[in-house]
């Protein structure tokens, strides 16, 4: 056998070790830390016998059930809607010259922190909202905001929307990245010589294999959204708040006797997401039995033309509203007098930023150096993970997949409450490096996912030259394989950095609140109104990933300017 | 100069048995190795080479003269390789992507590249330096491929299929030229291809393997 001593190959030894252990080691730990006390199990209280003293008080918490409820019904709903927004839409459009058009406008969404997104929402659905602004009177007959509840509604309708207009896009890429593993074009041509409509021989032929590779994806979509609580804080119900919401809420309570109801809080929100997900499980036996009926009847729904339209226009309108949403929180961030129902404010000034721009210096701080710190961390272990694949000629299974998802699938809340327990009883809250670890344990998962892909595609044959020019394993890397690959390792480090920005739970739990970062302190903001103080903070909390991609973007543009084949 | 001795190799994939050879090619010449795509010929010059994947199961010995290269890391081989793409690296020029090969004795910016751009004249390509090699013609890219790996002193030339992507003039021309620089820098040659008129051009044995199983 080829002897493979050198010195890479034995760091890239402790990559995979390494990342299970961030990946799986809080999670486990977390969920222990949260299931004893919630038996009664937590000694630093007094808890020392095991118990069911904490569910009983859980379960007499006034309108818990409904609260249970409303998490399961909105995590459900934004996932089906999502998915069959985006389903539809790749069965209509994929291959089209409308689906890039529509793609190129969706992809950078992605990178709109969900609390931004959520913010920008709010700002354009509200009864004083610029929507209803653009409408009235005219249309309307308003001269002052209506009294309607349209954000905060008792049923979720805003939250939902919130979370479908974010989800989409990232269903949207997740679809797109595994889309050339299927023969679209054989498939389409083929379906269509049978006569099949477009979407009917899609949803018959490719679909299926598709959805194979998305699943997971899927899965965290429903998790999230089922136990979300920035979003829920900015758009949700409020009596009562969604279960998350209101987690939060006894985890911060003076009382600390309320620790034990939050723990089962938490094991109950942990049992929401496994029936949101065993319900998915349901829906999709029963829309594939629907599909395989249909399929069998030899359907061809050749008039298609409609619901193509449809689904082309909820793709193009969730990007529009996160765009809008984004506008106007920009405007309300320098809008001096801005009455209603002027569609803009009648002066401009740059007050709410000067005079927010002294507190804003600690958090932006913390917010930076987390996410650079997670995004480094998590980039090495990605590459010596990538770097260990070659040595022993195995990439990663199912097994190791479902791994790399475990912090996405499991809800965060669920875990990071007992890690919270278990970083104080090591002091270990509140601490810079405790919060880039929690950072770091949901950014790994997405640069993983964002480079192995790209990482896999390289030629091997670059580095067998290089070897036979008698380079070392290391020279090789340094000096050929990183600079050919230095734009899907940075358009992967933007995605880290987006993705460490936008935490807001493992931000709140581990910093303890004493590690403020623009997205808590934009996130408090939610319950009072001070709409351009609001719109300072979601606006760089959107700027800021926003300009991490356009790094990743410009960077290699120049520093590769005169070489054609590393353009685009 | 050195010869290069196979000495009982065998390659399996799987459990099936690839290939089994045992050959010695002298200094200059060339040995062909033609079979059908599947056959495993360029698995051959991967474990040559020391980059045969690890799913593929290997054995026997290959001696470049008195040394043993396959007790040593891929680096240490000096192979030289030359594929069907020149896989110039696109982020480098065209001056660079010599320099690079060059051995670390070789010391200092300025002598690198002026032995780059004289390795780059023997080639025909004097004062092509400077250009990004994504500008190259086909034929032109071969050829900074070939200095490339005659400047890093290899012990060997190993090719796979190297010609199959050029148009026939071109073809015939980067052949020759292929064959004759190895000749004058007295290098073994394995040269893989499924093209009669490879084989021929060559000069040399041919061995075929993968066509009756």
Known sequence: MTPRRDGLALIARFGPPLTIAILAGPVVAGLLGTVLPAFGYLPALGGTAFGLDAFKSLLAMPGIGRSALLSLATGLASAVLSLAIVMVFLAGWAGTRSFARVRSMISPLLSVPHAAAAFGLTFLIAPSGLLARLVSPGLTGWERPPDLLIVNDPNGLALIAGLVVKEVPFLLLIALAALPQIKLVETRALAASLGYGRIAGFLYLAWPQLYGRIRLAVFAVIAFAASVVDVALILGPTTPATLSVRL???????????????????????????????????????????????????????????????????????????????????????????????????????????????????????T????????????????????????????????????????????????????????????????????????????????????????????????????????????????????????????????????????????????????????????????????????????????????????????????????????? | MNDLRLDAVSIALDGRTLLSLSARVEPGETLTVMGPSGSGKSSLLAYIGGFLAPD????????????????????????????????????????????????????????????????????????????????????????????????????????????SRLDAALRAQIRDLVFERAKAAKLPVILVTHDEADATAAGGTVVRIGGAS
């Open chain 1, 248 to 366: 939060v809420g006894w985890m911060n309570d003076p009382n600390l006797s309320m620790r034990f109801v939050a723990a089962a809080g938490a094991v109950l929100q942990l049992g929401v997401v496994v029936a949101a997900l065993g319900l998915w499980l349901v829906l999709e036996r029963v829309f594939a039995a629907l599909r395989n009926a249909m399929a069998a009847r030899g359907l061809r729904l050749r008039r298609d033309a409609g619901i193509r339209h449809a689904a082309l226009g909820l793709m193009t309108a969730s990007g529009i509203i996160v765009g809008a949403g984004l506008v106007a929180l920009g405007l309300w961030s320098v809008a001096g007098l801005w009455q209603f129902p002027d569609p803009l404010p009648s002066a401009f000034t740059l007050r709410a930023w000067t005079s927010a721009l002294p507190r804003i210096a600690a958090p932006l701080g913390t």
């Open chain 1, 368 to 568: 930076l150096w987390a996410g650079a710190l997670s995004t480094l961390i998590a980039l090495v272990l990605t590459l010596l993970c990538l770097l260990r694949e070659r040595d022993t000629g195995r990439t990663v299974g199912k097994g190791a997949l479902a791994l790399i998802y475990l912090p996405l699938v499991v809800p965060q809340i669920a875990f990071l409450f007992g890690l919270q327990f278990l970083f104080l009883s090591f002091d270990f809250v509140a601490r810079f490096p405790a919060l880039v670890l929690a950072h770091l344990v949901f950014v790994l998962p997405y640069v993983f996912l964002s480079l192995s892909d790209t990482w896999r595609a390289f030629d091997p044959r670059y580095e067998a030259i290089a070897a036979g020019l008698g380079k070392s394993r290391w020279r090789t890397l340094i000096a050929i394989r990183l600079p050919m690959m230095v734009r899907p390792i940075l358009t992967a480090a933007a995605v880290g950095f987006a993705v460490s920005v936008a935490q807001y739970l493992p931000t709140l739990l581990i910093g303890a609140g004493r590690l403020p970062t623009i997205t808590t302190e934009a996130v408090a903001l939610a319950a009072g109104g001070a709409r351009r103080t609001i719109g300072v903070y979601a606006f760089l909390q959107m700027l800021l990933p926003a300009v991490g991609f356009a790094i990743a973007i410009l960077v290699p543009a120049l520093l590769f300017r005169q070489r054609r084949a590393m353009q685009a």
């Open chain 2, 56 to 163: 593929f199961h290997a054995s026997g010995n290959v001696f470049a003269g008195d040394v043993e290269i396959t007790a040593l890391p891929a680096e240490a081989r000096h192979a030289g390789l030359l594929f069907q793409d020149a896989l110039l690296f696109p982020h480098m020029s065209v001056a660079a992507n010599v320099a690079f090969a060059l051995p670390a004795s070789i010391k200092g910016r300025a002598a690198r590249l002026e032995r780059a751009e004289d390795a780059l004249q023997d080639v025909d390509l004097a004062g092509y330096g400077d250009r990004d090699p994504a500008t190259l013609s086909g034929g032109q890219k071969a050829r900074v491929a070939l200095a490339r790996t005659l400047v890093s002193q290899p012990r060997m030339l190993l090719l796979d299929e190297p010609f």
